[in-house]
């Protein structure tokens, strides 16, 4: 089998895992996840102990599913695909379809954890993304709850931590429902709410601008600064996703995530450190 290159970190700074994309036959993934994964395969900055099973509906083979991530990285990766790192990737891709709600598609994807643990040496760490829509959340994490891999409290082995992008719920009820029945399965330290706006890069710039630069700094206050405007600019418009957006309208889609995580950065005071519980708590101070 094809390696990936060697970790760029010393060893253990990125630990080995498997991460199990449910929804892989899907946009986000297409779009997003296997292009940023193999983006970081380029640069070595994967654990060389990785594997990547897909996990949807879509009757795929493994052979299969590594073609159509090879056709979206062609399409939507920033750099182009290099066949010695793409071989050693698609190595690490596996796929298992199934429906989202049934036992049976959980025993064949246990089972198939544990051969790729084995073939990849990933320790029985598991990243969970849900890259689906937010209406099969509650069957994923229900069944993951079921299973081998729920983890409540802190266990020997391995780690199981869930990803779940926008939105969080529809509103405080449904939000604190989700909230809630991750706690069944999953602890809270390995509960990651993403925000995508977080990771770009105007966005990350403005704690290095406001924090790091002894010119603003003094003067960001209201003594000095008369208003705030927030313009969020898209270069896109509404394009194919017509009956997302009649559903979840732009409010939801921009206004309590985006707008409000940008709001709390530029109106913060500084955090005591800069890890995420951190900055998480003077976030919250303003809101
Ligand atoms: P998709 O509509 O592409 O759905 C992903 C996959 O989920 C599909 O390929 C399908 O796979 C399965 N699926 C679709 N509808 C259902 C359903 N009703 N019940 C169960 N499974 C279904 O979604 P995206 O990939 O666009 O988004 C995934 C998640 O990420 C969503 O929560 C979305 O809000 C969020 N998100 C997406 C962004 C993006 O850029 N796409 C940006 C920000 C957040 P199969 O039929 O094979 O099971």
Not at 144 to 173: C, M, N, Q, Y
Request: hydrophobic fraction near 40%; proline fraction near 5%; include cysteine.
């Amino acid at each position: 089998m094809a390696t990936l290159p060697a970790l760029g970190s010393p060893e253990g700074a990125v630990q080995p895992c498997t991460m199990v994309i449910f929804g892989a036959s899907g946009d986000l993934t297409h779009r997003m996840l296997l292009p940023a994964l193999y983006n970081l395969a380029l640069d070595g900055r994967l654990p060389a102990r990785f594997a990547v099973v897909g996990f949807a509906r879509t009757n795929w083979t493994n052979d299969e599913f590594r073609e159509e991530a090879r056709k979206a990285v062609e399409k939507y990766s920033r750099r182009s695909l290099d066949p010695a790192v793409w071989d050693g990737f698609a190595a690490t891709l596996h796929y298992i379809s199934g429906d989202y709600a049934s036992d049976e598609a959980y025993d064949r994807l246990n089972e198939k954890l544990e051969v790729v643990k084995q073939a990849h040496g990933t320790e029985g760490n598991h990243l969970f993304y849900l890259a689906i829509p937010p209406g099969a959340f509650d069957d994923v994490v229900l069944q993951l709850g079921k299973g081998p891999h729920a983890r409540t409290r802190d266990e020997d082995h391995g780690w199981s931590r869930v990803i779940i992008e926008k939105p969080f719920g529809e509103d405080l009820k449904s939000a604190l429902e989700l909230n809630a029945l991750l706690h069944q399965v999953f602890r809270e330290d390995d509960n990651y709410r993403i925000d995508h706006y977080l990771g770009k890069e105007t966005v990350q710039n403005i704690l290095v601008f406001r924090f790091g630069n002894g010119i603003m700094e003094p003067v960001w206050n209201r003594r000095y600064v008369d208003h705030v405007q927030m313009t969020v600019s898209e270069s896109i418009g509404v394009e194919r996703r017509g009956s997302y957006y009649d559903h979840s309208g732009a409010l939801r889609d921009m206004m309590q995530n985006h707008m409000m995580q940008l709001l709390s950065l530029v109106a913060m005071e500084p955090p005591v450190t800069y890890d995420g519980r951190a900055v998480r708590n003077e976030k919250v101070k303003v809101l």
